[in-house]
């Protein structure tokens, strides 16, 4: 006589979590406290990326929602014009950081807000000299 497993049920019983649930939700909380990285505004939303890096295997899974590891705190209007008003890509690249290499780095040091706010500021400082060298490029173009 054959004994089967008990079948494994696909809903998570009410009131458990579902596996490494806590942790991702903690991080979302935790991006919720930090700054904008596009302006420095608070408070913040925790903002999925959503553009593909195969050179890290993240691809862009046809309209769902990506993983929580790829969030950047984003204030109200700068998230409202990463999905609006512009797409994805072309805020980013105004921007000229990668926000992919960004939700990464946070992610690697979710809880420690001190390294976070270091990230945060060399993302600031790479979108100054990304504005300096646009507008230079103005200048001599001109």
């Given amino acids: ?13 009410k009131g ?10 903690k991080h979302r909380q935790w991006v919720k ?18 553009m593909s890096r195969a ?6 899974t046809g309209g769902r929602k990506p993983d929580d ?10 998230h409202d014009r990463q999905h609006d008003k512009e797409a994805e890509r072309p805020f980013w690249a105004r921007l000229g950081i990668d926000p992919v290499d960004v ?15 270091r990230a945060i500021e060399r993302a600031h400082q790479a979108i100054a000299l990304h504005h300096t060298a ?4 103005l200048r001599a173009g001109a």
């Fill in 1 to 13: 006589m054959t004994r089967f497993l008990p079948r494994i049920a696909r809903d998570v019983p």
């Fill in 16 to 25: 458990q979590r579902k596996p490494r649930e806590g942790l991702r939700s």
């Fill in 33 to 50: 406290t930090l700054p904008c990285v596009a302006c420095g505004g608070m408070p913040c939303d925790p903002a999925h990326v959503r």
């Fill in 55 to 60: 050179d890290l295997g993240k691809f862009n």
């Fill in 69 to 78: 590891k790829y969030i950047v705190p984003l204030c109200r209007r700068c």
């Fill in 103 to 117: 939700s990464l780095r946070l992610w690697a040091i979710t809880g420690d807000t001190e390294q976070a706010l």
């Fill in 134 to 137: 646009r507008a230079n490029e």
